[in-house]
């Protein structure tokens, strides 16, 4: 939850003191939460999310799944501290976090998170049949200033960094480009299965990808809303996520 990258130093720590009791490791997809002074105490601020985080978690699991018996997804629905992956709801269900959860969905990550889930419960990689595109971004920078928002910028924004990430898995190996206004990154040669990739957001601008064979498209991805603006209406430290298909 620091600024620090993942590891399973913590989670040995906790097994250490188990006495072989079963052990139960949690992966987060997201955390930030903006309540001010009046609701919630000021509950303001981040968890380092960057760096595929929850990819990186997942990975780590997996590479230790014969220690962990379980491994919890935290969580379903907790709107408030944008660490969610079930669908956005209108029904009032998490009052007061509106103004950074509506119009920020994260189900485009559940695909992802079955292949992570398939891959820690056999152990074995799972076949990908066909393309697959994952994409989040925070829509503001980190550090913009924002004299309308009372609240005031979230603790450890630092922590942050503005780019968009992606993962990708492929049927057969190709090129991917990422591009978002005048930044742009080609990655060529990538091979068959699972691979990470990141792109700069510097200025007002679209995300859009694509997976190029043979110098042609085979997938051309502009998810819609997905819009970096440097002029950010709120501290709004949420992530959007979009996947193809």
Known sequence: MGNYDVSFDSDNTWIAHLDGRAY???????????????SYNKKNWIYRSDDWMFARRWEVLIANRDKVDIAQIISWNDFGESRYLAPLLQDDSQPMSEAWVNKFPHQGWLNLWAYYIEWYQTGVVPSISRDQVYLWARLYPATADIPGDTVGPPDHREWMEDYLWTIVLLARPADVLLQCGSSREQTHNLPRGLSKLKLPLKTDCSVSAEI??????????EPQDFNFSTKPPMANFNAFVASYP
Do not use: C, I, K, N
């Open 212 to 221: 190029l064979r043979g110098g042609e498209p085979d997938v051309m991805f």
């Open 24 to 38: 139960m490791a949690g992966v987060s997809p997201w955390f930030f939460t903006h309540y001010s002074p009046q």
